[in-house]
Each structure stands twice: as structure tokens, then as C-alpha cells.
């Protein structure tokens, strides 16, 4: 199971970082993304980390402003969100998969764990 929280209200240009812990699972061969959903749109992937490498992988929407992160000893993903502008406002939702790929996909059907989501608004 999957549980996102730290979402909230921010001024334009403002920072938030929202959390993502795992439970129930081997968290340390998780491979790992972030996506939102605008209300009347389509779900967007944000970003994801593999378990093998740790390296993140970005949408261009959000790369130079957004970092993926995890720490293991946590079971957490954390993504970070600076220069926040109000086209970032969605509900945020973690995904996971446990498979050897550690593929970071951007298509949501790849990933079978999904938390709940967590509100980002930006205001301008």
C-alpha cells in the first residue's frame, strides 16, 4: 500500500514536497513515479525512480524545478517542487511496481499500487 501526503495551498513561484510511503511490500525493489491529474484532464506522469540505479527520470513539464528522491530505510519517495506555477495545481498521486525491469514508465496501466492522492494548488 501506498499513502501520499504533504500536499497543500502555495503562492506562485513558492516550494512544496510531497511524501509517498510504502507499506506491506519490499519497498527496496519498488520502481517508483509520481503522477497528477488536473481536474477535466487526463492523468500526467510527473516523474519516477528506479530501484536499481536510483536515478529519476522527469517530464519536461517539470524538469529543473521537480526532484525525485527515496530513501530506503524509510520506505519513502519524496518529490520536491520549487518555482511552483499554477498549472502544477492537481491531485498528485505515488504509483508503484515490483518488478526486475526497474523501468520507469510514464504510462499509469504500468503500475499496479496506487496511493490515494494529495491536493497541490498554486495560486497566482
Known amino acids: 500500500q501506498l499513502q501520499a501526503s504533504g500536499g497543500g495551498l502555495v503562492q506562485s513561484g513558492g516550494s512544496l514536497r510531497v511524501s509517498c510511503v510504502a507499506s506491506?511490500?519490499?519497498?527496496?525493489?519498488?520502481?517508483m513515479a509520481w503522477f497528477r491529474q488536473a481536474p477535466g484532464k487526463e492523468r500526467e506522469f510527473v516523474g519516477g525512480?528506479?530501484?536499481?540505479?536510483?536515478?529519476?527520470y522527469y517530464a519536461d513539464s517539470v524538469k529543473g524545478r521537480f526532484t525525485i528522491s527515496r530513501d530506503n530505510a524509510k520506505k519513502t519517495m519524496y518529490l520536491q517542487m520549487n518555482n511552483l506555477k499554477p498549472e502544477d495545481t492537481a491531485v498528485y498521486y505515488c504509483?508503484?511496481?515490483?518488478?526486475?525491469?526497474?523501468?520507469?514508465?510514464?504510462?499509469?496501466?504500468?503500475?499496479?499500487?496506487w496511493g490515494q492522492g494529495t491536493q497541490v494548488t498554486v495560486s497566482s
Open positions: 504509483a508503484a511496481y515490483n518488478r526486475l525491469d526497474s523501468i520507469v514508465y510514464s504510462r499509469p496501466d504500468k503500475y499496479d499500487s
Open positions: 506491506g511490500r519490499t519497498f527496496i525493489t519498488l520502481t
Open positions: 525512480i528506479g530501484w536499481a540505479n536510483g536515478t529519476p
